[in-house]
């Protein structure tokens, strides 16, 4: 094991390997990352994988919107086929409030040049064949959102990562970081004692442990989300079809398999990774409601994962006002994955000390103090 490092990044899901391309890529060239398990074993092997630009804020569509410029040329730049398909998200309104709502999310959108647009139920039923459009007032549509494969991903980075001389340690725990007169002075391991002035705590749902270990508070917590998975068939349907109101969201995914989770309301805050029947009846139950064709079909997978969250569901993203070189990448709740190459490009060059594409000053842990929360209409929970 290495014994010092410009940058010790704790976490090696999608983040913390993103993270450090770009970092590499900026030209740093001592980079670490220390991953307790193996790549993907996060949030980030058990997600969706959605990508999706239609939001309610500027800052998080401008963050969607940048993340799928990055995505559409990641297997071309990164030497490896994340499998980015391009399949679009149909976003199922349950009231006309609602879809006034949306009416707003896609002018802010389309001024931001992304291609979205409401539907009538005529037209959300031309989308996707399958779905019941009784009682639906509308939906909102966007063509160029999509999915990848998430593993792949991760993968994709890390590799390329390394090949700009990354070092990655896996199965190799963050035990602890020294501080001295408010700053960085090393992380220690599971492996040894590594120096360092910076580092990034992206470790997913044990974003608050990590704090912990510098002396600060990080007001995340985790909670458990299933998802399930039913045998393949044949092609039926292209975007993710996904509502606010449930919090479902469904789409199929190669080779051809119904891929759906919802969250619970009443799900405790825990790292708890179990999968409970309850969810698989709440879940069938729901999916039937739009896509009543599935009945007969099986469910051969289930699984869960966690979701990194902030009080306002939205992600902490910087270094800490009063920790001088501890940077955070956390809290990312349900929308980790769609927006996590151009975050990772803003982190990298704020540890480069240099202008970031998209300022994301507002997402800064002191936030939650000053009482600055960023209301975000279109979440899911
Ligand atoms: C069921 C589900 C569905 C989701 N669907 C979507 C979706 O459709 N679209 C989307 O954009 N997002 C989705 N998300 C969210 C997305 O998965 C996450 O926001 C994203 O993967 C977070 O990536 P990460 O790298 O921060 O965390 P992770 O992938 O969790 O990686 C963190 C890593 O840190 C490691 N670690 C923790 N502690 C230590 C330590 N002390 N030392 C060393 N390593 C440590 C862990 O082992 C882990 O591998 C979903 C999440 C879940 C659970």
Redesign the pocket.
């Known amino acids: 094991m290495v014994k010092g490092a410009e940058v010790v990044i ?7 390997s993103s993270i450090a391309y770009y970092l590499a890529k900026e030209g740093c060239e001592d980079v670490v990352i ?4 193996y790549p ?12 999706r630009q239609q939001w309610g804020t500027e800052m998080n569509c401008r963050l969607a919107k940048g993340s799928v410029d990055l995505f559409k040329d990641l297997s071309a730049e990164l030497d490896y086929d994340i499998e980015f398909a391009q399949g679009g998200y149909l976003v199922l309104a349950t009231s006309q409030t609602q879809l006034e709502q949306y009416r707003r999310n896609v002018s802010l959108q389309n001024s931001l040049g992304i291609p979205s647009k409401i539907v009538t139920p005529q037209e959300a039923k031309e989308i996707v064949p399958i779905l019941r459009t009784d009682g639906l007032p509308g939906a909102a549509y966007c063509p160029t959102d999509g999915h990848a494969n998430p593993f792949k991903t991760n993968l994709a980075y890390l590799r390329a990562a390394q090949r700009l001389g990354v070092s990655f340690y896996k199965f ?4 602890g970081i020294e501080m001295k007169g408010g700053r960085v002075r090393g992380v220690l391991t599971s492996q040894g004692r590594i120096e360092t002035a910076r580092v990034v705590n ?5 974003s608050a ?2 704090g912990k270990m510098a002396g600060l508070e990080i007001p995340t917590y985790s909670e458990r ?3 399930m998975v039913t045998e393949p068939l044949d092609h039926l349907f292209d975007p993710m079809v996904i509502s606010f109101t449930s919090g479902l ?1 469904c789409q199929q995914v190669p080779p051809g398999s119904i891929l759906m ?1 919802m969250g619970d309301p009443d799900e405790p805050h825990s790292h708890d990774l179990s999968s409970s029947w309850q969810f698989l009846q709440k879940m069938a139950r729901e999916a039937l409601k739009i896509l009543p064709i599935l009945r007969d079909i099986r469910v051969v997978r289930q699984w ?5 969250k902030t009080p306002d569901a939205q992600p902490i993203l910087g270094q800490a006002e009063k920790l001088e070189g501890f940077y955070m ?2 809290g ?9 190459p151009m975050v990772s490009l803003i982190l990298a060059r704020l540890l480069m000390g240099r202008e970031p594409p998209i300022s994301v000053e507002r997402l800064s842990l002191e936030r939650f103090e000053r009482g600055e929360l960023v209301i975000e209409p279109s979440v899911v929970g």
Do not use: D, P
Not at 40 to 51: L, N, P, V
Not at 172 to 175: D, G, H, I, N, W
Not at 333 to 340: E, N, Q, Y
């Open positions: 704790i976490g090696g899901g999608i983040i913390g220390l991953e307790r398990e993907s074993w996060g949030a980030t092997g058990r997600c969706g994988a959605g990508i190799t725990e963050a035990k992206a470790a997913g749902g044990y442990q990590i989300h299933q998802i969201y989770g869960a994962g966690l979701y990194n990448a956390v990312f709740s349900g929308h980790g994955f769609m927006i996590a």
